[in-house]
């Protein structure tokens, strides 16, 4: 059975239904053996693209879907339910488009988010440095005006679709000032000096590449600068609120995944002359599941619902993301325990959902990050 | 160039399929009704078709209330237009009925250059209605198609039967493709949301000029006596291979006359 969806318009029920096509078609086959092997599937991002997956968010004006968050991101739930790494790459894509869709100059807005939104490019966001993770804010990339040009040198890391995106959100140092002295760029891939490292050799989500990336006195014309010298990193903050909203809703899909696994495996398997779904201590193992994945769902879908009304929605998306990715870890788990020898061997997918859910603990902010956004503004505005 | 498609919606070949127990009619309300797959192809061909030679397309489609979604899905996917042909009397018509009516769709519809379908549809699948059209129209008929092309006035195919045969045919023209054809596109969500406001007209029997005691159940050649569900599929035989595997499997062939 389906997830049941609230569908505002019968368009976007087709919407789902599409997805749910595409996915069972050409994400859910190819999953098990291009993780295998760590092949990237550019041709199905391609695919995601074309079918205008890949812009959702964003206004009609720029060729986007012009749809609320809340269908976004259960049609990102859907894809993770599939294939979490080619539900990642859609997050991250929308993730590098939205400081030009936000803060980008009307014409900065007409001339590159077309193609960014349409779907033949993809995009990556380089905001974490090998010595600045979590305290993003301590990135030593620099920006040096040169005239109509800024060079950018410096190493970013962990960049998703490092070596395959097609442009390239940097964001690089513009004066000291800490937080304050941070600017934010569209790089695009071709340009001189930019290079990558080899993907690293990761847990899980092996077929979505993740490589360092150097800028070695990279020259970025002035106009490719969104947003004014210095606000980069509320530029930078403001962009995870919503990409931390699309990792809840991954996680959440890996989380449907696990669930719908285990129930089904639950009820074939026999021991002691019954299903083992009817051992109570099983039973109430998946009934611990379901209860975690649909809070997650219904967290997403609240700290959505706050963003499409145009209310403030930070500390909502904290809370979406740090729920969401814990649950999914704990529903994972669980999920190799319901297939007990089975769940630890890869014929079956939940050892890998298990390896998958890790790392949308540490993402977009790790959910000690998290629990720190939620406690400063409980700080400074209560409950 | 104007190119009519003929789509059909089907209860999902996925799905567990019924019959009315009255009439032994296929159960087109109990089941998720789709637009018949191997029409799907005939779709995409005519977009690829119409979209070298700046043409339009319009599906069309008989059939209950429903089957209009056969029409949403294929202006999803790109075309221009649709129209319905609906009414009570219908329920029931074999091909013949069907062809009649397609064929005055058809030519009410009027300076079509092309007619598309698939190869049968995917539940009545008897494959006869798009020579019974062409017979109706007066148009050349090339059947089972894996490859075509048009060209001014004529229409070169690949046929794909016991033998290949690469034939041409004036325009107008109805051809029926098969599988191998193409590849046919995902709607996108553009074509979903453009899909909302492209025309759709309802026609019914006097719209067409065609009376009802010419269609329907009770007008069909044939009439459905009884149905019988397939037997549940039974255990295979499993041979324990105890060193003499192979004797026994021949032995078993042998027994069913396989061998
Ligand atoms: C697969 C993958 C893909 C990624 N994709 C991208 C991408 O596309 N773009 C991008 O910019 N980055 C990306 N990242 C980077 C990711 O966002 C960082 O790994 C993350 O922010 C944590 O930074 P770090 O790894 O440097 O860990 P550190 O910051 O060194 O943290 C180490 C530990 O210390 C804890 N910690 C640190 N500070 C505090 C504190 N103040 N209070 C309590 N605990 C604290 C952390 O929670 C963590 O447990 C990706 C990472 C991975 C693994």
Redesign the pocket.
Known sequence: MPVARITPTPEVGDLFTLVRDIGDAELRPRADPAEASGDYPRDVLRLIGRSGLLGLPYDDDVGGGAQPYEVYLQVLEELAMRWATVALGVS?HTLACWPLAAFGTAEQRKRWLPDMVSGELSG?????EPH?????AALSTRAVRDGEHYVLTGT??????GGQADFYTVFARTSDGGSRGISCFLVPADAGGLSFGTP?R?MG?NA?P?TLVYLDEVRVPTERRLGDEGDGFGIALQALDSGRLGIAAIATGLGQAALEASVSYAKEREQFGQPIITHQGVGFMLADMAAAVESARALYLTAASRRDAGLAYRHQASVAKLVATDNAMRVTTDAVQVFGGAGYVRDYPVERYFREAK?MQ????????QR?VIARDLERNGT | MKIVVLVKHVPDAAADRTFHEADHTTDRVGVDGILSELDEYAVEEALKLAGSESGEVIALTMGPEGSADAIKRALQMGADSGVHVVDDALHGSDALATSHVLAEAIGKIGEVDLVLTGMASTDGGMSVVPAMLAERLGFAHIGFVGEMSVDGGTVRARRDSDVTETVEAATPAIVSVTDQINEPRYPSFKGIMAAKKKPVESWSLADLGVAAEQVGLDAAWSQVQSVTKRPERTQGEVVTDDGDGGIKLAEFLASRKFI
């Open positions: 991250v990556a966001y380089c905001l974490s600045a993770g979590s305290d993003a970013k890391a962990w960049v998703t679709h690293e990761k989500l979505s993740t790392v540490i993402f977009e902010g790790t959910n000690q990050i720190l």
